[in-house]
């Protein structure tokens, strides 16, 4: 088992700038991938960005240039470092981590875009 807690999110005006974080435990030695998803009211679960164990990364058109995502595998954690945030980043975001067999999922943290 992999438990995942994401911490950073708040409210920030258009333009802004979060760094969420995000803190793995338990069997943390099994874990491949990290990703960082969104959830926004009434839209399906959707992939932000993705980081591999080698640091293989991938992001999704509407965050590219914008967002950058990093893993500190000493640390067993992930970060998304968001720069440029649109109204339309507003969403609860979501860390996952897979271990090839299992996907887990930290709680969500609310990241909110002003006008």
């Known amino acids: 088992q992999v438990q995942l807690v994401e911490s950073g999110g708040g409210l920030v005006q258009v333009g802004g700038s979060l760094r969420l974080s995000c803190v793995a435990s338990?069997?943390?030695?099994?874990?491949?991938?990290m990703a960082w998803y969104r959830q926004a009211p009434g839209i399906l679960r959707e992939l932000v960005a993705t980081i591999t164990h080698g640091y293989g990364t991938h992001y999704a058109d509407s965050v590219k240039g914008r967002f950058t995502i990093s893993r500190d595998n000493a640390k067993n954690s992930v970060y998304l470092e968001m720069n440029g945030l649109k109204v339309e980043d507003t969403a609860v975001y979501y860390c996952?981590?897979?271990?090839?067999?299992?996907?887990?999922w930290g709680q969500g943290t609310q990241v909110t875009v002003s006008s």
């Open positions: 338990g069997k943390t030695d099994t874990i491949y991938h």
């Open positions: 996952a981590a897979s271990t090839g067999g299992d996907y887990y």
